[in-house]
């Protein structure tokens, strides 16, 4: 009995819809990115907030939000004279647990 072969290619996701999504996928590849989304997920906080946990400069931590903000992972509120961020793709919490799962507690040989 002969089987016959599909010979018709998956549905695949357009060349140019993965090169946004590459994109993306490169801005949040950074660790103090990763640390901001990590904090955002639990709640918001202000550039200061961030920069300080984060232990960069107020103008450098506005440089990282100012990218996740573009691809459109975070969005910013005004209370007052503070502005906080938060974040705005809720898969972001799917992507942060993948990468805990995958390097659980951050401890050495893990």
């Known amino acids: 009995m002969i089987c016959a072969m599909k010979t018709s ?9 993965m090169a946004q999504a590459a994109e993306c996928l490169r801005t949040l590849a950074h660790p103090v990115r990763l640390r901001m989304v990590q904090m955002l ?3 918001s906080y202000t550039v200061g907030e961030l920069a300080k946990a984060c232990e960069v400069a107020n103008h450098m931590a506005s440089e990282h939000l100012r990218l996740m903000q573009r691809c459109g992972f975070l969005s910013r509120r005004k209370e007052g004279r503070f502005t906080y961020y938060e974040v705005a793709e809720p898969h972001l919490q ?8 995958r390097f659980g507690c951050g401890c050495p040989g893990k």
């Not at 290619?9 to 819809?17: A, F, K, Y």
């Open 94 to 101: 799917d992507i942060m647990d993948c990468i805990v799962g």
């Open 41 to 43: 997920l639990q709640n």
């Open 9 to 17: 290619t998956p549905d695949l996701i357009d060349l140019e819809v």
